[in-house]
């Protein structure tokens, strides 16, 4: 998994230190929730770089409305709420080419996926059950029907039925 956070953000800082992080993937009718989020830092005093309105919160989870669940390979908690959530180790993290962001590179060790949005009886994501939250140009959207899939795709359909 690759990232680009900003490099005065609290989750770049702790990186430079602590390699462990969790990615929480909502779905998207959590966008609310992640709007909460969104003007939230964990660095105080708050960064000159951050945008205007941004404001320090110690407890994100609870500012959001989420819920703090344990890692079981990393240190940082997951998002209870997310219906994917990877725990990962930082591999390398470095600036990017103007230096206002960082560059994580992580290896995901572990994957927790909703039973929801798994095709039953496999460890495959459904991608019809699952409706990421794609955040394009500041506003959020979900996904529309499937179009098609690759010819590389080794995810079983889901059985005829399986709602969704």
Not at 57 to 76: C, H, I, M, N, Y
Request: charged residues 20%; glycine residues 8%; contains cysteine.
């Amino acid at each position: 998994m690759v990232l680009g956070l900003g490099r005065d953000g609290q989750s770049a800082h702790n990186l430079a230190s602590r390699p462990d992080l969790v990615i929480n993937l909502p779905a998207a009718d959590q966008w609310p929730a992640v709007e909460r989020l969104a003007p939230l830092t964990g660095r105080d005093p708050v960064p000159a770089t951050k945008a205007e309105g941004c404001r320090f919160e110690p407890d994100k989870f609870g500012a959001a409305g989420l819920t703090a669940e344990p890692s079981q390979l990393v240190r940082p908690p997951r998002v209870a709420e997310c219906p994917l959530q990877l725990e990962a180790r930082a591999a390398r993290v470095r600036p990017d080419a103007t230096g206002e962001f960082v560059i994580v590179e992580a290896a995901v060790r572990r994957v927790h996926a909703d039973a929801r949005v798994v095709v039953p009886g496999t460890d495959h994501v459904a991608p019809a059950a699952w409706t990421p939250l794609i955040y394009s140009f500041r506003h959020y959207f979900g996904l529309g029907p499937e179009l098609g899939h690759s010819y590389r795709t080794r995810t079983p359909r889901a059985p005829a039925g399986h709602s969704v």
